[in-house]
């Protein structure tokens, strides 16, 4: 997702907001918003130009602290022309942002990626135009596409439907699915990014889990040019998770990736989420040509660590390891796992909350 998927949000938008500039009036409520809609469509150019300077200027803690003013708008006729200009700017900022960049943004864990600016600014842009269209009373439903790519990517935890569009409407407060509670509290969700000393821990969307799974690269650039077999195989859980309804990102699948060039080297995630007693699996998977590096084990600390920390692992962290790997023994014993128990084909080895230095 990018600057092209952007602008054809952009236009689609204005294309269909633009016959009703000069007809009907902008002063109304834009459906079940308590704006205007004027007020709706200054918002959406709002929030294009702020998500472009955030991943331009990539601030790490705040907001780039400026806003754009459309008092000199006369008419419906010139806000559109801010939205068609503030939604080229985003598109801009997307295509020249590296992979590895990232701007802050305050749900849920503070930053995203050029793909989740791109995704939430296509979102304000097919939201608030159906708020305006509602409030007008005309006609709009955006590709089904795009709404899918917003979905796949900023609403990893919702179940899709089988239409798009009515599911993203369901899922931020705006319709109903059958057999669905209403929603009335609702965000979306960036993936979590985990640092370490000479890697990134970058959640893995359903989006880039399901090119995986088809043979694609989900976005990184690998070491050998595709992901190992393991965090394929793990890949194909996380699609599985989502289609289900099932899928909690933070407990699903990370790619390690290398700070100094950017290139992914492994996978490693969770086989699920912690279960009734607070206890969860973890697993994970490197590629031939780093291993004996201490990535895997550098990884499996701060992976630990952050799980640990949470409430909602009350008890342990288990990783189960085929006996005659020895090497991935080396790397659980080296972050702090201790072997409890065996059979005849694995070692069973815990990390209890507390025991990790």
């Not at 600014?121 to 608030?128: D, R, S």
Request: aromatic residues 8%.
């Amino acid at each position: 997702m990018g600057g092209d998927q952007i602008q054809e949000a952009v236009a689609d938008a204005v294309a269909a907001l633009r016959p009703a500039a000069g007809e009907r009036d902008w002063g109304v409520k834009a459906g079940r918003l308590d704006w205007s809609c004027r007020r709706t469509a200054e918002h959406i150019a709002s929030d294009l130009i702020a998500y472009a300077g955030q991943i331009a200027g990539r601030p790490t803690d705040r907001y780039v602290p400026f806003r754009i003013d459309c008092a000199e708008c006369e008419g419906p006729d010139d806000l559109l022309e801010v939205i068609e200009a503030t939604g080229a700017l985003l598109a801009a900022a997307v295509r020249t942002a590296p992979r590895e960049a990232r701007g802050f943004h305050p749900y849920p864990f503070r930053s995203a990626n050029r793909e989740g600016f791109a995704a939430m600014g296509i979102a304000e842009v097919l939201l608030h135009t159906h708020d305006i269209a509602e409030g007008l009373g005309i006609a709009y439903e955006p590709p089904a596409q795009l709404c899918e790519d917003v979905l796949t990517r900023i609403f990893p935890h919702v179940q899709p439907g089988p239409d798009h569009w009515r599911t993203l409407l369901w899922a931020t407060g705006r319709g109903d699915l059958p057999g669905r509670a209403p929603v009335t509290e609702w965000r979306w969700n960036n993936n979590l990014v985990i640092p370490a000393e000479r890697l990134t821990l970058q959640g893995v969307t359903p989006a880039a889990a399901a090119d995986m799974r088809i043979g694609g690269t989900g976005g990184f650039e690998w070491i050998e040019g595709r992901p190992p077999e393991g965090t394929d195989v793990s890949s194909g859980l996380v699609v599985k998770a989502y289609e289900r309804g099932k899928h909690r990102p933070e407990w699903g699948v990370f790619v390690l990736v290398r700070r100094s060039d950017g290139v992914a080297i492994g996978g490693m995630g969770f086989h699920g989420t912690p279960d009734d007693e607070g206890r969860v699996e973890i697993g994970y998977d490197l590629a031939e040509p780093v291993r004996g590096n201490g990535y895997a084990t550098e990884a499996l600390r701060a992976l630990s660590a952050w799980a640990l920390a949470r409430d909602d692992v009350k008890k342990l962290l288990c990783a189960k390891i085929d006996r005659a790997n020895t090497p991935s023994q080396g790397v659980v014993s080296r972050a702090g796992f201790t072997r409890v128990r065996e059979d005849e084909e694995e070692y069973v080895y815990e990390l209890r909350v507390g025991e990790l230095t």
